[in-house]
Antibody, heavy 126, light 107 residues
Framework: QVQLHQSGPGLVKPSQTLSLTCAISGDSVSSKSAAWNWIRQSPSRGLEWLGRTYYRSKWYNDYAVSVKSRITINPDTSKNQFSLQLNSVTPEDTAVYYC????????????????WGQGTLVTVSS | DIQMTQSPSTLSASVGDRVTITCRASQSISSWLAWYQQKPGKAPKLLIYKASSLESGVPSRFSGSGSGTEFTLTISSLQPDDFASYYCQQYNSYSWTFGQGTKVEIK
């Protein structure tokens, strides 16, 4: 059974960097049949996909256009986890942040998210 | 980005009712459409992927249909555990977007 467990601060000051980590159990961040995503949810923006990292003989990343200049998602194979860094945050970045897996069904990526972390409310405020 | 428009935004129904939620994409997404259920304070739960494939463990009263730009989630007989919010989600060209959600309330 795949489980994702998130950790990181719930309060970040404006202009600083938001950092969250997602620890994986029951699967591997280096799996060639999964991709590892960050998604956020706020009343004003709804559910918003932020980006992903995945391994297919080398590491790849895809990022949403809306955050592309400010986001980094990195895998950590030694700890079987992946992280989110979002720079130069403003109050608009206040949201519940989720990590999520895109798995496979029948040797094909789902293009949707089958396992989710518990969510972390991050508030951007001084 | 492709925009997803869900309707209705709120739906009042009774136990045993047949419920239908619609999601429209601003351009064709083939069958890359998923449906999620979310309860307050919890992460979304995958119900349907690739427009009509039922995720393992999800009750068969949930079904999905559609392709191209118009998609439907149907609950054949609403159960007490089904009162929640539902979201569609599309995939196209390395980008994912979600609908704004439909809240299913007790009538």
């Amino acid at each position: 059974q795949v489980q994702l467990h998130q950790s990181g601060p719930g309060l970040v000051k404006p202009s600083q960097t938001l950092s969250l980590t997602c620890a994986i159990s029951g699967d591997s961040v280096s799996s060639k049949s999964a991709a590892w995503n960050w998604i956020r949810q706020s009343p004003s923006r709804g559910l918003e996909w932020l980006g992903r990292t995945y391994y297919r003989s080398k590491w790849y990343n895809d990022y949403a256009v809306s955050v592309k200049s400010r986001i980094t998602i990195n895998p950590d194979t030694s700890k079987n986890q992946f992280s989110l860094q979002l720079n130069s945050v403003t109050p608009e970045d206040t949201a519940v942040y989720y990590c999520a897996r895109e798995g496979e069904r029948g040797k094909e990526l789902l293009r949707s998210f089958d396992y989710w972390g518990q969510g972390t409310l991050v508030t951007v405020s001084s | 980005d492709i925009q997803m428009t869900q309707s209705p935004s709120t739906l009042s129904a009774s136990v045993g009712d047949r419920v239908t939620i619609t999601c429209r994409a601003s351009q064709s997404i083939s069958s890359w459409l998923a449906w999620y259920q979310q309860k307050p304070g919890k992460a979304p739960k995958l119900l349907i992927y690739k427009a009509s494939s039922l995720e393992s463990g999800v009750p068969s009263r949930f079904s999905g249909s559609g392709s191209g730009t118009e998609f439907t989630l149907t609950i054949s007989s609403l159960q007490p555990d089904d009162f929640a919010s539902y979201y569609c989600q599309q995939y196209n060209s390395y980008s994912w977007t979600f609908g704004q959600g439909t809240k299913v309330e007790i009538k």
